[in-house]
Structures are given as C-alpha cells and as structure tokens.
C-alpha cells in the first residue's frame, strides 16, 4: 500500500492516553488495525466476537486486525491506546501462526514503555474518540506519512517499543495450525505477493517444488485447509483492507485481489463475513 518509504513491518497510528466518561461506547468495530489498550482507571466492557471481557486497571488488551468487537464503559475510564499497521506480508503472519490472549496483567516495565511510546509520538494523539474519524482511508494514510516524516531515531524506537508491547502476548499465546516446512512457507508467501493474479495450483506447487497433489495434501496437513481455500481467505482479507482503507469500487477492488467476476467475489465475501462488499463499507463508515 505504502511503497516509496523504507519498510517496518510495524506502522504506529495512533497513540496517547484519554479519559471516557460513559462515552466510550462503540458498536461493531472492525478495523484493519492492531489495538492495544492499558487501563489505568475505571472499568469497561469489550464484546469480542460474541465474548463479553471486563477491562480493568493495570491490565493490557489486545484485539487483532479484522477482528469484530463491540466498546462500552458506564462510567469514567482512562487509558492507553495504540493502534498499529502491521503490514507483515512474508510467509505466515502471526495471527494465523498463535491465538492470542487478549487480556495480560501488565508490569512496570510495559507501563514505562507505554508512556514513552506516548512521549516519542506526541503528534499521534487522537483529535476524537470516535472511531469514524480515525478509522477511514484518508486519517490512516495521514497517520502513516506522519510516521514516514519521523527521524530515523524516532522510528527505530517507536518500532522496537512496538515489538516489545506486542512480544508480551507472544510469550503466551497459544500455537495453533502452522508449519514450519520451508515449502509451505514459500508459496503462502508467493500467494500474499500475487493475489491480484490467477493462482493456479500448478504454479504453487512449483513454489513448493512439489506436485499438486502433494501440495494439496502439505496443506490440509498443516494448516487444515485446501490451497484454494487459503487464497479465498487471504483475498477476502485484502479485500477487508482496501473497503475500508481506499474509494476503490467494488469492481476494482474484486479485480485488484484476482476476481475477473464481480458476482462471484460478492458471493465469495458475504459467505465468508456475513456482508456484501458494500454493506461491509457503509457499516464501517457508519461506527
């Protein structure tokens, strides 16, 4: 998306520390952004995928991109937040690699890199709590030229601070369906890097070195899934992304993710999220 900068796996959007008062109330959020939140004061509520969680003082939340939640507080509630692009692209990313837990006590040490991540970023405070106005394609475009703008010094640390907080949840998150067979590795790197081409099983297999049967049998053995599958997913993925992050039409969206029919690629989306392309965007840009 971002392709005339140096590359970090890692894009801070947002961060900085407000206090709700009963207002922090937001239905059906689904952002193409990592969250993470410390809690400081007060008590909220976020119903994550049909779960209700309790936020509470000196804890650490994450919720992963894509991922559908609902925000609510009664009362007053102060914290930290901090929204993250994570543009990791290569082989398997780590939320299809571990399921995360999403609430972590936190120690002294993520506290004191919270508050520096929010002193070394003092322009990436949000204006407004409403997640209309920071989650559409013209504020995340704003927040990643901010970040592109910084000094060197700058991002190197915001970056390695980053890394750290998000490390905390990796130290205890459940290894789920993943492989570390370099041939599977290959091609779902070579199937993020072309999906708005055909992905014919032959060519996969060639990646893998293997043939297509024995492709098909690698992944349904290490992933649970049919090559064809995976594509489907990650494509619906990309899709999620550029709804919510560009103007593009659906038409051009389907074709930029590899879909020559228009028809077929809202069939595919709705029965994987429940919603039409365009009632995917109007609901976002309605939150």
């Known amino acids: ?13 947002n961060v900085g520390r407000i206090e709700m008062n009963a207002n922090w109330n937001f239905p059906r959020l689904c952002s193409p952004f990592l969250r993470i939140y410390y809690v400081e004061h007060g008590q909220a509520t976020v119903n994550l995928q049909g779960v209700e969680h309790t936020l509470k003082p000196g804890h650490l939340y994450m919720i992963p991109p894509f991922t559908q939640h609902s925000d609510t507080c ?9 929204h993250i692009l994570d543009q990791t692209i290569q082989g398997q990313n780590i939320y299809e690699q571990h399921i ?6 936190a120690d002294e040490e993520a506290v004191r890199l919270i508050r520096r991540l929010t002193d070394i970023n003092p322009h990436s405070q949000l204006r407004q ?60 790197r070579y199937i993020r890097q072309h999906l708005n081409i055909p992905l014919p099983l032959d060519e996969l297999a060639k990646q893998a070195a293997v043939c297509k049967d024995s492709l098909i049998r690698l992944f349904r053995r290490e992933l649970g ?16 992304l550029l709804l919510l992050t560009s103007s593009l039409s659906v038409k051009e969206i389907a074709s930029q993710i590899g879909f020559s029919n228009q028809s077929y690629f809202t069939a595919q989306f709705k029965r994987i999220t429940g919603l039409t392309p365009l009632e995917y965007r109007k609901q976002q840009q309605q939150v």
């Open 74 to 82: 009664t009362g007053v509630f102060t914290h930290y937040y901090i």
């Open 129 to 188: 709590s409403t997640p209309s106005t920071y989650d559409n394609k013209h504020a995340i475009n704003e927040a990643v030229n901010r970040f592109i703008q910084k000094s060197n010094r700058q991002q190197y640390e915001t970056q390695a601070i980053l890394m750290m907080l998000i490390s905390r949840f990796y130290n205890q998150a459940i290894l789920q369906n993943t492989s570390n067979d370099d041939r599977l590795i290959r091609v779902q």
């Open 1 to 13: 998306m971002y392709e005339n900068r140096m590359y970090f796996p890692l894009i801070l959007l």
């Open 225 to 240: 899934i049919t090559p064809l599958d995976y594509i489907l997913n990650k494509r619906i993925e990309q899709a999620q």
């Open 100 to 105: 995360f837990p999403f609430e972590l006590e």
